[in-house]
C-alpha cells in the first residue's frame, strides 16, 4: 500500500493551465478506472473532483478534467482561478479493493 | 441533504482505546460502503478503513491492521471504529466518508465526507 506519487508544488497565472500528475503502479492505478482527485482548502473537508479517472461529479467545473495514461493520472485545470488555490489529492482502488492516496500537490495561483 | 456528523475523537494516552462514531443521513446509509480516512496535523490524506453496504466486507490499512476495527450498525444509521493500542502517529482528524456506489465493496470514489473528529494520541 505504497502512496500514489504526486508532485509537491505546481503554480500557474490565472487563466492559464495546470496539470498535476499521479504515478502508481498496475497494481493500482495502471490496472483499473477507479482513480479519483480531491480538493482540500485550509480547514475544511476534501471535496470530489474527479472520478473514474475522467468524470465530473454534478455541479464541479468542467474547467477540470481527468485523464490517465498507464499507471500515471493526470488532473488539469484549465482557466485557473483563485479560487482553485488548494492541496490536491488522487486516489486508486487497489488490487486488495482498498484505497490508497497520493501524497497531495500543494496548487498556488500566482 | 446528505450529513455526516463524527463524534469521540479525545486525548488519549499511547496503548489506548478510544471508539469513533459517525451518524448518517440525507441518504439510504444501508446501500452504501462506508470508509474512514484520516489526515495527521499538516499532512495528507490517508484511508484507513472500509466497510461494504451490508458489513459483509472490510478492509484495513497496513498500518491500522489488527488494532482497528470498522463496524457499522444499519438501523441506526451508523458507522463505527474501535481503535486499540492508540499509537502516537494515529494521532489525526479522523473522516467518515459515502461511497460514490451503491451496493459497492472496495474504494471508489467517495463524494460526501464529514467534517472529521479529533484524535491526539499523547501522554
Known amino acids: 500500500q505504497s502512496a500514489l506519487t504526486q508532485p509537491a508544488s505546481v503554480s500557474g497565472s490565472p487563466g492559464q493551465s495546470i496539470t498535476i500528475s499521479c504515478t502508481g503502479t498496475s497494481s493500482d492505478v495502471g490496472g483499473y478506472n477507479y482513480v479519483s482527485w480531491y480538493q482540500q482548502h485550509p480547514g475544511k473537508a476534501p471535496k470530489l473532483m474527479i472520478y473514474?479517472?475522467?468524470n465530473r461529479p454534478s455541479g464541479v467545473s468542467n474547467r477540470f478534467s481527468g485523464s490517465k495514461s498507464g499507471n500515471t493520472a493526470s488532473l488539469t485545470i484549465s482557466g485557473l482561478q483563485a479560487e482553485d488555490e488548494a492541496d490536491y489529492y488522487c486516489?486508486?482502488?487497489?488490487?486488495?479493493?482498498?484505497?490508497?492516496f497520493g501524497g497531495g500537490t500543494k496548487l498556488t495561483v500566482l | 441533504e446528505v450529513q455526516l456528523v463524527e463524534s469521540g475523537g479525545v486525548v488519549v494516552q499511547p496503548g489506548g482505546s478510544l471508539r469513533l462514531s459517525c451518524a448518517a443521513s440525507?441518504?439510504?446509509?444501508?446501500?452504501?460502503?462506508m470508509h474512514w480516512v484520516r489526515q495527521a496535523p499538516g499532512k495528507g490524506l490517508e484511508w484507513v478503513s472500509l466497510i461494504s453496504w451490508d458489513g459483509g466486507s472490510t478492509y484495513y490499512a497496513d498500518s491500522v491492521k489488527g488494532r482497528f476495527t470498522i463496524s457499522r450498525d444499519n438501523s441506526k444509521n451508523s458507522l463505527y471504529l474501535q481503535m486499540n493500542s492508540l499509537r502516537a502517529e494515529d494521532t489525526a482528524l479522523y473522516y467518515c466518508?459515502?461511497?460514490?456506489?451503491?451496493?459497492?465493496?472496495?474504494?471508489?470514489?467517495?463524494?460526501?465526507w464529514g467534517q472529521g473528529t479529533l484524535v491526539t494520541v499523547s501522554s
Open positions: 466518508a459515502k461511497d460514490i456506489y451503491a451496493h459497492s465493496s472496495g474504494w471508489y470514489a467517495v463524494d460526501y
Open positions: 486516489s486508486s482502488y487497489t488490487s486488495s479493493s482498498s484505497g490508497v
Open positions: 473514474e479517472v475522467s
Open positions: 440525507g441518504f439510504t446509509f444501508d446501500d452504501y460502503a
